[in-house]
């Protein structure tokens, strides 16, 4: 029925405009784009481009003319210039404070007093977006806060992206916070449950929490896919082996699991860390945090791992589950898309960019 309405209420073509999802990481960019057929999405293209070292660290943009370069590769893989661009993690900031219910003029204005107490940056040097919620807390009540979500990017880093996507003849028609396109694509839209993401990236991991389908802060570790593709590797027989795929073969092996384990044990800790600090922001009585989180998401090169998620849920009592990246696009029991599951967990945070904002 759903499909049927979708298809009587599509936007026509000439306002549906089509646009690709950009996500870049340290080691690599990568990009979806999808096709829509009277309102129903699917996959049109897909791919990942290697960025040399040094081309991006840690959300920057150290060498221009090679990060100009791999985006010209993904603008021939497209067949639209517009696109929507993830800024890494590293480079941003997700912050929540209760601030006194002004106008909704005089909120901006509010917030840019209180920035500089929760980022490292003047209010003149980001931009920066926020989501009003109402606080049903005794002490909110009392006070007449309200309690609001803050995401920042500094300038300089849009700057520099806006100016390469220019550079590689790209449109972009907005910037975003990497975790929260992460959460678009893997949370349901309209499920307002406690989530916890895991997203394994490359160099790194981006824990988030989120609650009300909004990521309300976020925790990046300096573990990744490379350290367990590393220890694989040591003793696999499997020559360099690289790739998740290669790797998720020899994880059968026991001497081979074995040897992630303390991989695996640094990000339990660091997971079980984060947890503890949401828990505790409830006690102390917010009523924007969890008594326990509802559900686990594991997504990125390396979240089906045999043993990993067993692992990482050992203390903490949570549904874990690997991600279903499709969520907000498409029923994978209905149609398949020419993606295999493995990789399409690689693509979590471009295919939250590509989504459409009328889904």
Known sequence: MEKFFKKLFYTPNYLAMPVAGIAVYNRSITYIEFKNKRGILSLKTFGEVPLLPDTVRDGEIINTELFVKALGVVKSKISTPFVRISIPEEKTYLFDIDMPNVKSSEMREAIEFKLEENVPLKADEVFFEYNVFSNDSTDA??????????????????????????????????????????????????????????????????????????????????????????????????????????????????????????????????????????????????????????????????????????????????????????ENILDINESLPAMSFQTSLGFATSIGLAIPNNK
């Open 141 to 326: 009540k009392n006070t007449g806060n309200v309690h609001v979500n803050v995401s920042v990017i500094p300038k300089k880093i849009i700057k520099a992206f806006s100016d390469s996507c220019a550079l590689a003849g790209l449109i972009p028609l907005s910037f975003e916070i990497e975790s929260q396109m992460t959460a678009r694509s893997v949370i349901a839209s309209g499920d307002h449950r406690a989530f916890m993401i895991i997203h394994i990236k490359d160099d790194s991991t981006v824990l988030s929490f989120v609650g009300n389908n909004i990521v309300h802060f976020s925790s990046t570790i300096s573990i990744g896919n490379k350290n367990l593709i590393e220890n694989i590797s040591r003793i696999s027989k499997i020559p360099n082996a690289k790739t998740t795929e290669t790797s998720q073969d020899a994880m059968n092996d026991a001497e081979i699991l074995s040897s992630v384990i303390n991989v695996f044990s640094v990000m339990k800790d660091e997971v079980e860390k984060f947890n503890s600090y949401i828990i505790s922001k409830s006690e102390s009585g917010s009523d924007f945090f969890p008594k326990k989180i509802d559900q686990i998401i594991l997504c990125g090169k390396s979240a089906s791992l045999p043993g990993f998620s067993n692992h990482i849920s050992q203390n903490i009592n949570s549904e874990i589950l690997i991600a279903n990246v499709w």
